[in-house]
T-cell receptor
Framework: AQKITQTQPGMFVQEKEAVTLDCTYD???????LFWYKQPSSGEMIFLIY??????QNATEGRYSLNFQKARKSANLVISASQLGDSAMYFC???????????FGTGTRLQVFP | DTGVSQNPRHKITKRGQNVTFRCDPI?????LYWYRQTLGQGPEFLTY????????KSRLLSDRFSAERPKGSFSTLEIQRTEQGDSAMYLC??????????????FGPGTRLTVL
């Protein structure tokens, strides 16, 4: 069965600094996807970034990048130049070619301070 | 706005009552998913549709829960005889249905259910 582990319940970062949110995954499927979502206090899950298991390069989307280390089964999210609006819960999730549902971790609460 | 929409945003009900939630996916998306999220946890999968066909249901989806997507467009999730343990955020998501672990799901704002 697939599993996502996020070991950081909370993180603090100062505005304009970079921060890394950890995610490790467990899957036996040869083809899978890794996703990061942001959930502000309003509750909506906002898609941030996607990494495919066969992608050779790390995914980037603006200030977000995904540090994908396949051998270590890690998919850490890096947010550069943090902004106050980045304060939210962040969830790592995975899916695979033979199951279409997302499996989520327990999330990391990020707080950005001035 | 052409994103996923959900109604109502909030629902308070008494134990034993039936409730129904609606989800309107992004118009060109074939797949529609329902998830449930309790406090301090990540969302958990409930069920999903490919067009009007319900392809998978979680064991979390007891016989009190039923979901439909009659014309392959909007979907409804009904909970009969609600219990306090049903209190949660119910999230709907949709995707193009590309499969092969590349399909990005886009979520709606959720319906927060409180059962008194």
């Amino acid at each position: 069965a697939q599993k996502i582990t996020q070991t950081q319940p909370g993180m603090f970062v100062q505005e304009k600094e970079a921060v890394t949110l950890d995610c490790t995954y467990d899957t036996s499927d040869p083809s899978y996807g890794l996703f990061w979502y942001k959930q502000p206090s309003s509750g909506e899950m906002i898609f941030l970034i996607y990494q495919g298991s066969y992608d050779q390069q790390n995914a980037t989307e603006g200030r977000y990048s995904l540090n994908f280390q396949k051998a270590r089964k890690s998919a850490n999210l890096v947010i550069s130049a943090s902004q106050l609006g980045d304060s939210a819960m962040y969830f790592c999730a995975t899916t695979s070619y033979n199951t279409d549902k997302l499996i989520f971790g327990t999330g990391t609460r990020l707080q950005v301070f001035p | 706005d052409t994103g996923v929409s959900q109604n109502p945003r909030h629902k308070i009900t008494k134990r034993g009552q039936n409730v129904t939630f609606r989800c309107d996916p992004i118009s060109e998306h074939n797949r529609l998913y329902w998830y449930r999220q309790t406090l301090g946890q990540g969302p958990e999968f409930l069920t999903y549709f490919q067009n009007e066909a319900q392809l998978e249901k979680s064991r979390l989806l007891s016989d009190r829960f039923s979901a439909e997507r009659p014309k392959g467009s909007f979907s409804t999730l009904e909970i009969q005889r609600t219990e306090q343990g049903d209190s949660a955020m119910y999230l709907c998501a949709s995707s193009l249905g590309q499969g092969a672990a590349t399909d990005t799901q886009y979520f709606g704002p959720g319906t927060r259910l409180t059962v008194l």
